[in-house]
C-alpha cells in the first residue's frame, strides 16, 4: 500500500514552474498554488496582469491534490436551515453558485483541453438511517420547488439499483454533480495558468506581509521578495505564515481516503453502476466513488485527528472498516492507496471571501471546493481587477471563532459532540 494520493502518483508532474528569484514587482501576487490561487492567476493572467504565484510547496498537491474528486452541486447544509438563516434568495444564490462553479471546471477543462475524465454523472445523498429518510424526501420537495428542478428523491428500493449495498434506506440525487481525476486536473490547472502567462514559484513559502498603503504589499518569500498593487490569500487551511487573522476563522480539520486495488471484472459496475458521487447524510459520514480504471475511492473524517503518517494508517483501517460494512463483497479487497489531507473548515461550513487590510481572500471550502475554490479563484481574480463586486460569498463581517488562536484544541470535543449527534439523529 502506499502511502500517498492516488491522484498525484498517477498524474504527470507539473513542469512549468518558474526558474530563479521572484521578480522585484507584479501587478498580482497570489499565495497559495492551490486551485484557488491557480484560477485565480490564470485568470489575471488572461487579463493582462503581471502575476506571481507564491507556492510554500508544489502546486496543487494540498488539499487540492488529496481530495475524493467529487465536484458536486448541491449545498452541504440542509436548504431549509440555510433559508431560515439566511433568507430564501441568499440561500438560493448559495445554491445557485455551486450549480455555477460545477460549469466553470466544465468550462476551465474544455477550454485549457486537461485531460481529467471530468463527467457529469450525478451525485447521490444516501440516507444512512432509516429516520434520515422523511427528510430528505422533504428536503427534495423544497429544493425542486425553490431553487432545483432537477434533484429527484429515490425510494430504499430504487437506492438500491443505484448502490449495491443494505446499508442505504433512500437517496436525493443530483443531476448536475460531476467527478473526475483530481491530479491531472491540478496539473492541467497549473500548466494552463503558467501557459496564460503567470509565474508560478514553487517551494516558495511566504513568511512576511509589509503593507505598502492602498492594498499594495511587500511579500517576502523563500524565493524572494516582490512588491504587489494586489494580493490574493489562497492558503486554505494553512498553518504556517503571516495568516494569522485567517487562522482565528477557519479550523483545520484532517480527512482521509482510501484507494482500493482495480476491482475484477464488472465489480466496479455492479456497486456502483451509475459511476455517481456519494456523500452518506451522516455528520461523521463518508464519500465516495469510482474511478475509470475500476478502484473505489472511499474516504471520511475517520479520526479527528490531522494528517500524519501515523493517523493516515490508523484511518485506513477505521475506512477499510466501514468500507467493507457497506460491501461486504470488498472483504479480500486490496487498497493500494491510504491518505490524508486538511479541510480548511469555517464554522458556518461556507466558503468566505472579500477584502481583509487591503488583502483579498477566498478560503473556508469547508470539504466543499473542489469545484468551489476554482470558481471562487476566477471570481476573486475579477473583484482584483475591480471588474466584479457581487461575490455571493463577500458577506461582509466574518467574526473570528471564539477561543481559537490557530491550534484547534477543542476538535476532540467537536468530534465527541458530532458522534453523539449522530447516534441520536
Ligand atoms: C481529504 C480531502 C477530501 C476532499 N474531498 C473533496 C471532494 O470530494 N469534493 C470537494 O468539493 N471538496 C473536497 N475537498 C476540499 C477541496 O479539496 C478543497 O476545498 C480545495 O482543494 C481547496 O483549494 P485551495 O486552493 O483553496 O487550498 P489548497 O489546495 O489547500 O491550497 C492552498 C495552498 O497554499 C499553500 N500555502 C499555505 N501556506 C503558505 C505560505 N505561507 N506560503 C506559500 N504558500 C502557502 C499550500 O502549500 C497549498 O498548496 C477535500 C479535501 C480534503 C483534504
Redesign the pocket.
Given at each position: 500500500m502506499k502511502a500517498d494520493s492516488y491522484w498525484i502518483d498517477t498524474a504527470p508532474a507539473f513542469d512549468g514552474g518558474a526558474s530563479g528569484p521572484v521578480p522585484a514587482r507584479a501587478d498580482a501576487v497570489v499565495?497559495?498554488?492551490?486551485?484557488?490561487?491557480?484560477a485565480a492567476a490564470r485568470a489575471l493572467a488572461m487579463a493582462g496582469a503581471r502575476v506571481v504565484v507564491?507556492?510554500?510547496?508544489?502546486?496543487?498537491?494540498?488539499?487540492?491534490?488529496?481530495?475524493?474528486?467529487?465536484?458536486?452541486n448541491g449545498l452541504a447544509q440542509d436548504f431549509g436551515s440555510m433559508a431560515g438563516a439566511y433568507g430564501l434568495d441568499r440561500a438560493r444564490a448559495f445554491y445557485r453558485d455551486f450549480d455555477d462553479a460545477v460549469t466553470t471546471v466544465e468550462t476551465l477543462v474544455r477550454d485549457e483541453g486537461i485531460d481529467c475524465d471530468f463527467s457529469q454523472g450525478g451525485k447521490l445523498k444516501l440516507a444512512a438511517k432509516p429516520e434520515h429518510v422523511a427528510k430528505l424526501e422533504a428536503s427534495a420537495e423544497l429544493l425542486r420547488r425553490e431553487v432545483d428542478a432537477d434533484v429527484t428523491f429515490l425510494d430504499a428500493a430504487e437506492t438500491r439499483r443505484e448502490v449495491a449495498s443494505d446499508t442505504f434506506h433512500g437517496a436525493l440525487l443530483f443531476r448536475r454533480s460531476a467527478s473526475m481525476h483530481?491530479g491531472r486536473f491540478g496539473a492541467g490547472l497549473a500548466a494552463a495558468a503558467a501557459r496564460r502567462g503567470a509565474q508560478v514559484f514553487e517551494n516558495?513559502?511566504?513568511?512576511r506581509l509589509e503593507p505598502l498603503g492602498g492594498g499594495r504589499y511587500r511579500v517576502t518569500?523563500t524565493r524572494g521578495v516582490v512588491d504587489a498593487e494586489r494580493v490574493l490569500i489562497?492558503?486554505?487551511?494553512?498553518?504556517?505564515?503571516?495568516?494569522g487573522w485567517f487562522r482565528r476563522r477557519i479550523v483545520p480539520i484532517?480527512?482521509?481516503?482510501v484507494a482500493t486495488e482495480p476491482l475484477p471484472g464488472d465489480m466496479r459496475r455492479r456497486i456502483l453502476p451509475g459511476a455517481r458521487?456519494c456523500t452518506t447524510t451522516r455528520l461523521i459520514g463518508n464519500?465516495f466513488r469510482t474511478t475509470p480504471d475500476d478502484r473505489l475511492i472511499f474516504?471520511g473524517r475517520a479520526r479527528f485527528a490531522l494528517p500524519g503518517p501515523r493517523d493516515d494508517a490508523k484511518s485506513g483501517i477505521v475506512l477499510r472498516r466501514a468500507m467493507v460494512g457497506m460491501f461486504p463483497e470488498l472483504a479480500q479487497t486490496r487498497i493500494d492507496y491510504c491518505?490524508?489531507?486538511?479541510?480548511?473548515m469555517s464554522a458556518d461550513r461556507l466558503p468566505h471571501a472579500g477584502r481583509h487590510e487591503g488583502l483579498f481572500f477566498?478560503?473556508g471550502?469547508?470539504?466543499?471546493?473542489?469545484?468551489?475554490?476554482v470558481h471562487l479563484?476566477a471570481a476573486m481574480a475579477a473583484a482584483m481587477l475591480g471588474t466584479r463586486s457581487d461575490v455571493v460569498w463577500d458577506q461582509g463581517r466574518w467574526p473570528a471563532i471564539t477561543g481559537h488562536y490557530g491550534k484547534p484544541w477543542f476538535l476532540p470535543a467537536v468530534g465527541a459532540w458530532y458522534r453523539i449527534k449522530d447516534a441520536l439523529s
Open positions: 499565495i497559495g498554488g492551490g486551485y484557488t490561487g491557480l507564491l507556492e510554500a510547496g508544489r502546486a496543487a498537491h494540498a488539499a487540492s491534490g488529496r481530495n475524493g474528486g467529487q465536484c458536486n483530481v516558495a513559502f511566504v513568511s518569500s489562497a492558503t486554505g487551511a494553512s498553518e504556517k505564515g503571516p495568516f484532517g480527512s482521509f481516503i458521487t464519500f474516504g491518505w490524508g489531507g486538511v479541510v480548511d477566498a478560503t471550502f469547508s470539504g466543499h471546493g473542489t469545484q468551489m475554490s479563484g
